[in-house]
């Protein structure tokens, strides 16, 4: 029997604490698509969430961070035009100098009035419910 089943994968909202504002990390994908992204990737087979969005994060943005919390599980099948994936997004922080590496091109800090509109996959929506949360403590519903 073959199942066909939703590629888990994470995101990482990454705030830098030792900057005035507490701006979030994103990438820039260097592959398709194309866009400005939360950090994140593929669960590798034998991997713990937490462990696969430590290891994202850090090849991605060159940052050991500290995951402070789970916050949401987004499961929408179109959020991907690759593929039916999950992510389990995680919030965390860090604090140092960010780096570029592995499939980000770029990268830059944002303050929440300036994110880009070119964000790919449902990070908009995303870091709309992060934003939410973050100001009034409300977490995304069902």
Known sequence: MTYRNPAPTVDIIIELIDRPDRP???IERLNPPYGWAIP?????????????AKREAEEETGLQVELVEQFYVYSDPNRDPRQH????VFLATAIGEPKAGDDAKH?????????PSNLCFDHDRI???????????LRPRL
């Open 24 to 26: 979030i990390l994103l």
């Open 40 to 52: 994140g990737g593929f669960v590798d087979y034998g991997e713990s969430v937490e462990t696969a």
């Open 85 to 88: 994936t999950l992510s389990v």
């Open 107 to 115: 990268l830059a800090l944002f303050e929440p009035w300036r994110i």
């Open 127 to 137: 870091l709309q419910d992060y934003f939410r949360y973050r100001n009034y403590g």
